[in-house]
């Protein structure tokens, strides 16, 4: 089956007047768009289309909060269920989370999100991840049951973020073992379980692991109908955390507390559909977890979860990317915008931007503004990957706004990862997922 071989447009629908709300004048955001405006109430407008040459349809915008970054606040409000989030004990200097799907579709993916961090005061050396996992559960492009993933140095607070997809063609529980070790400290173990059922719909979450405070998190929802009949009545609920805050959503929703609905109607077989949301991170979380329920006739019923980290700025730069394309077409161009901001006291000597994007990706050309007024960055490219240099100081305060064109290559769900580092040499990271469609 070729995964979401068609999307279909989805009507607009206003906003329920419940929904309608004022929240406090917005502080300026980095993030935010040149055309975005910041109404002082919930709005509808045009938002990204569902597929590739259908009518854009208008989605919910939001103006952003002062962004918290108190943790003495309500316990939140959210998706809990359906996910196994695993973690070392806050007091340890060597922390290993990791969070991955109970359900996965035969013959499809699941997906693991392993967090590695140093809790302590001190830098951990000779970092060092390695997985073993069942027979049944395939890596693709290697025979092997094991892998490793060498981080290195971590600075105190720091920590390195990776994603492991595993396959299996065998209906059941496999389980997946990982374990990191670092110099002068204990190896920790974690082991998780997927269980792989065969479904009448396959539904994907795509988005963000980690986000900071004050940005947003922009998740994509994909449902197909991998059945031999029709499914009719589909709706999509997406359920989410009280501390992520609706900015922009994808037309024709239902809103209550803490959820989104769409109603979808009939989806035939093979074909999908997609809708997105875009969230405000306004408070610090560990766990900012999402769950999307897609349920139509004849017991045609999934669900899927992801948990976003929201942080505060980790030091002296804060690193935000977004699409402004999506979604693309296989030959077309995909456009990505990178903040970089200096939020320190002391201009930044030096600054660089690696980017990284997924086999979907070839990046093309790039344009760089420093406080509105254009510059030139230096770049090298190796292997696809393109290193950025800054000639000049960032002052305190100063943004850099980069915008980077890229070519879509293949149908998938591309990432682009931007890791920044400044005069200090600790790398910043940040990641963008767009959909590219046939």
Do not use: Y
């Amino acid at each position: 089956m070729q995964p979401f071989p068609s999307f279909s447009p989805l009507q607009a629908r206003k906003v329920p007047p419940a929904s309608e709300k004022l929240v406090p004048a917005p502080l300026p955001d980095p993030q935010v768009k040149e055309t975005d405006q910041l109404p002082e109430e919930i709005t509808v407008r045009a938002f990204k289309p569902a597929a590739p040459n259908k009518p854009e349809v208008p989605a919910l915008k939001l103006p952003a909060e002062d962004p918290d970054t108190t943790t003495d606040r309500p316990s939140s409000v959210g998706p809990r269920l359906g996910f196994e989030p695993l973690s070392a004990p806050s007091d340890a200097d060597l922390a290993l989370v990791v969070k991955a799907p109970k359900q996965a579709a035969l013959g499809g993916n699941a997906t693991f999100e392993v967090v590695v961090r140093n809790g302590g005061s001190e830098p951990l050396e000779a970092v060092v991840v390695t997985v073993d996992f069942d027979d049944d559960l395939i890596f693709s492009g290697r025979v092997e049951k094991r892998v490793t993933k060498a981080i290195g140095k971590l600075a105190p607070g720091q920590s390195s973020e990776m994603r492991l997809t595993l396959a299996s063609h065998r209906l059941g529980k496999h389980a997946c073992r990982f374990e990191v070790t670092a110099e002068g400290t204990s190896p920790i173990t974690r082991e998780v379980t997927v269980e792989f059922r065969q479904p009448k719909l396959d539904v994907k979450l795509i988005g963000p692991a980690r986000r900071t405070v004050g940005s947003r998190a922009e998740f994509i929802i994909k449902v197909a109908n991998v059945w031999t009949e029709p499914i009719n009545d589909l709706t999509v609920t997406l359920s989410h955390d009280a501390t992520l805050s609706p900015h922009e959503v994808t037309g024709g929703f239902k809103q209550d507390a803490n959820h989104l609905s769409w109603t979808l109607g009939r989806l035939a077989p093979g074909d999908g559909v997609q809708v997105q949301a875009e969230f405000d991170c306004r408070h610090l979380s560990e766990q900012a977890c999402l769950a999307v329920e897609a349920r139509g006739n004849d017991d045609a019923f999934e669900t899927i979860e992801s948990c976003l980290t929201v942080t505060s700025v980790p030091g002296q730069i804060d690193l935000r990317v977004s699409d402004r394309s999506e979604p693309a077409k296989v030959g077309g161009e995909v456009t990505f915008e990178i903040v970089l901001q200096n939020l320190g006291l002391q201009p930044l000597t030096t600054s660089r931007l690696d980017l990284q994007g997924s086999e979907h990706l070839r990046f093309k050309d790039h344009s760089a503004r420093l406080n509105d007024q254009a510059i030139t960055l230096t770049k090298s490219e190796q292997d696809g990957r393109w290193t950025l240099i800054v000639n000049q100081p960032l002052p305190p305060d100063a943004t850099l706004k980069l915008t980077v064109q890229a070519i879509a290559l293949k149908p998938g769900d591309a990432e682009l990862l931007v890791t920044a580092t400044g005069d200090d040499d600790s790398p910043v990271e940040t990641s963008e997922f767009t959909s590219i469609n046939e």
